[in-house]
């Protein structure tokens, strides 16, 4: 997958488009279609903001252990998973 694929999501445009979803399927005026399209939606964002959140907090281990890295070189490596 290119590097722009695996992109890290902006948390905050992330959550809120998040919130968005949820108070539209909170509101219950959609048909049902529309509302499996919005909630899978919003399984994807909370998956990819998940996965950036652990991404930031090994980052921060690094960090608070001393044990700096070229993190291009180590993001590059998980890429390669």
Same mark, same amino acid.
């Given at each position: 997958?290119? *590097?722009?694929? *695996?992109? $890290?999501? !902006?948390?905050? *445009? +992330? @959550? &809120?488009? @998040?919130?968005?979803?949820? &108070?539209?399927?909170?509101?219950? #005026?959609?048909? @049902?279609?529309? &509302? @499996?399209?919005? %909630?899978?939606?919003?399984? *994807?964002?909370?998956? !990819?903001? $998940?996965?950036?959140? $652990? +991404? ?6 690094? /960090?608070?252990?001393? !044990? /700096?890295? #070229? %993190?291009?070189?180590?993001?590059? +490596?998980?890429? #390669? !998973?």
């Amino acid at each position: 997958m290119s *590097k722009a694929g *695996k992109r $890290q999501p !902006d948390l905050e *445009k +992330s @959550l &809120a488009e @998040l919130e968005k979803i949820v &108070a539209t399927l909170e509101e219950g #005026d959609i048909p @049902l279609e529309q &509302a @499996l399209k919005q %909630f899978e939606k919003g399984i *994807k964002i909370s998956r !990819d903001c $998940q996965t950036a959140l $652990q +991404s930031a907090e090994q980052r921060v281990q690094v /960090l608070m252990n001393g !044990d /700096l890295e #070229d %993190f291009d070189a180590l993001e590059a +490596s998980e890429e #390669d !998973d």
